[in-house]
């Protein structure tokens, strides 16, 4: 009788709950692998030295702190003017208004990116979202400064009326030719999902195209 199971066995074993435990157990779109800082150092543990694993865990809770949005605030820089505007000389606010200067921020952000000191490329940061023995392509973490109000934002994305922020997103495909990433808003419980509920994978490209 000692090998018989209690036809009820899922019931027995949730009932055996010792105490809390540090399993993850929220939902996500995201591969495990795709929030771990990239880190050098030898995979052999040199004496004396921190084991690699816990050396990765230590800048993924690091990086995990910060935010972009109140890292820009605290040098003063307001991130919805990082996105120029159509010129309206019409519209042109006092000189006691805008502090220093009446010209509208017209320079992409583009013109000021610097690649140096990445330490991945694109390629590479795209390629965290496969998973092993898996042959789908799920999206990466990422951080984007969007519109909230994303009909207007196609339609024109220097409208004076846009507020843009800084939203979580996933980024799915990434175009070398233009240099330009493919991202999508994560919902209210952060996953990327498309208007049917289904996981995005692969850039969003379906068998049928």
Request: hydrophobic content about 30%; overall charge negative; proline content about 10%.
């Amino acid at each position: 009788s000692k090998f018989m199971m209690p036809a009820n066995l899922k019931g027995v074993l949730d009932k055996q709950v010792v105490g809390p435990s540090t399993e993850d157990l929220t939902a996500s779109d995201f591969p495990l692998q795709s929030f771990n800082p990239k880190v050098q150092m030898p995979f052999k543990r040199v004496p004396g030295q921190n084991p690699r694993k816990v050396e990765v865990e230590r800048k993924r809770r690091l990086y995990l702190s910060f935010d972009i949005a109140e890292l820009l605030a605290s040098k003063g820089i307001d991130s919805n003017q990082l996105m120029p505007r159509h010129y309206d000389p019409d519209n042109i606010p006092p000189i006691e208004e805008t502090k220093d200067t009446v010209f509208p921020i017209y320079l992409p952000l583009q013109v000021f990116d610097n690649d140096e000191f990445d330490c991945r490329t694109p390629e590479e940061w795209i390629s965290l979202g496969l998973e092993p023995g898996s042959s789908d392509r799920k999206p990466v973490p990422g951080k984007a400064l969007l519109p909230t109000d994303d009909v207007l934002g196609h339609e024109d994305p220097k409208n004076h009326e846009l507020i843009y922020e800084w939203v979580a997103v996933g980024v799915l495909d990434y175009d070398k030719e233009t240099d330009l990433y493919l991202v999508h808003k994560t919902d209210k419980k952060g996953l990327v999902r498309d208007e049917e509920g289904r996981p995005i994978l692969n850039g969003g490209i379906t068998p049928e195209g």
